[in-house]
């Protein structure tokens, strides 16, 4: 039977599940979102195009399924920086924005960009849709580049033309198993047996368990540890697979971040699961990585293997099935006791000391670890954090564990701001039975902050929690640190508490030590958008002070020479 392009598009988006597109109405969707409403179709619509990107990021990165997003022109410029981030965070989204009709391009068409060539750098792959007819394909391409290895953002322009133009002849929609991988890729037998082997004869091995391990479970990683004994560090979308209560797990992989990761240099040995050999353990070299470390890399996308330097053994395949087939082979040998678990162990507890000893600080207002202290006590395992790239955020990263997959988010590598409070609703859209906590600056904050109206309006309720020191502060203190003077990093302390009352939302602000737990308490307990606005003075964060050595260091370095 006939059907025009959006009744098209869709039945293509419920055959694969879709049943939430995160939005802003333009008047190049228009048809479109007519006809998705009409089939039932969620909406959910946010303030500004890249907030409502970062939703579906967060969306899609917790239910492992493609998350939807729908923009026209205008709003498709807007939404880059959300797909920039996705893409470092490996998320899956379908961004679709509509244009003026085709007949009309390179004429100077209403609102005309290129919006393909933008997208392009930020995805996985960018196309236009050039007929009506023609929709199945690029859909079926969309979600097989979004799904397939590393994951990540595509983008698709479809012009109001093709929108609307009727399809005469019969559509096939075919179902998802036929047009994309569903199985799992399994590792080289004798590479994984020379992985296990090189793995039992180390000293000093350890696991990093990285961004690109989607398919790894509980189960599966608990039965790999259990059989070789070996010490456990995880990051981004690994994180909470296996507590960081057990035994063999020892908490954030970013030496950056983790003093304890730092430890890693020790190894003489490291197996990385669908990690990605990056700046966040300098690419595998040292200091962060021995220089005669022994490397093996298990990776589903083949262009990662020795990317920044060359491994011992790499293992192309799913990361789960991999992992599956070097528990069976350790499973057939005997493994020596790790001397690891103790020192590693010992080591979190001194940098949990370490971090509350800088509390005692009082200097202008409250320290960004008396926050977490009186936070810390009030979560439980299934509640998911969202620690927003800032100082107040890094100071807690390496303090709060993971304890539950999906439950803690990070800014990744690519260093955004902004972000964390419509990433937060994204997940509360995933998690709706579970509280989502931000943890975040006021610099930060001030990107999205009128996402709280989109909060209040669909009821969705995110717990804001603010560090307001009144500056941009990593930048503040290496400013101030290596240049001497500041420079347009001082900000107001601005009332966010009274902003967010005005939207509609629970507001509370504290600066005394004394008003913190009833403050916490109240806004976690609200059941409804909710800000708690902490008066803090700025202190750089571990990261921040490792940032300002490591720049110290090449200072001194380079005067030397």
Known sequence: MPMNGSQIISRLLRE????TVFTIAGDHTLPLMDQLARDGIRFVDSRHEQAAVDMANAYGRITGRAAVTLFTTPGHANAISGLNFAHHLESPVINIAGCAEQSRLGQGASQE??????????????????????????FRRAFRTALSGRRGPVHLTIP??????????????LPAASYRQMGALQGDPDRVAAAADLLRSAARAMVVVGNGAYTITREDLEAFTAATGLP???????????????????????????????????????LFLGKKLDATINFGEPPFLAPDVRIIQVEIEAGQIGLARGVDISIHGDVGAVLRQL??????????KSPLHAELAQAWIDEQRQLEARAAATRGGLHTMKVHQALRPLLGADDALVFEGSDF????????????????????????????????????????????????????????????DTAVRLNLPVVVVMGNDAIWGMDYHQQADLYGRTVATELLPTRYDQVATALGAHGEYVETADQLPAALERALGAGRPALVNVRTHGTPSPITEWIMEVKREAARHESSR
């Open 393 to 452: 955020a890094f100071y807690a990263m390496p303090y709060y564990p993971a304890e539950k997959p999906h439950r803690w988010f990070t800014n990744g590598t690519a260093g955004m701001i902004g972000w964390g409070l419509p990433f937060a609703l994204g997940a509360q859209v995933a998690l709706p039975d579970s509280r989502v906590i931000v943890l975040t600056g006021d610099g930060s904050f001030g990107f999205n902050g009128m996402e709280l």
């Open 327 to 336: 528990t069976a082979a350790a499973a057939d040998h005997d493994w020596p």
């Open 16 to 19: 694969e599940g879709i049943d």
């Open 160 to 173: 109001v033309d093709v929108q609307t133009a009727t399809v005469n002849k019969d559509v096939r929609f």
């Open 113 to 138: 960009i290129d919006q393909v060539g933008m997208a392009r750098p930020v995805t996985k792959g960018a196309w236009l849709v050039p007929t009506a007819s023609a929709l199945p394909n690029y």
């Open 232 to 270: 456990v560090f995880t990051e981004e979308a690994a994180r909470g697979v296996i507590p960081d209560s057990h035994p063999h797990c020892h908490g954030h992989s970013d030496p950056r971040a983790n003093p304890v990761a730092r430890r890693l240099a020790n190894a003489d040995a490291v």
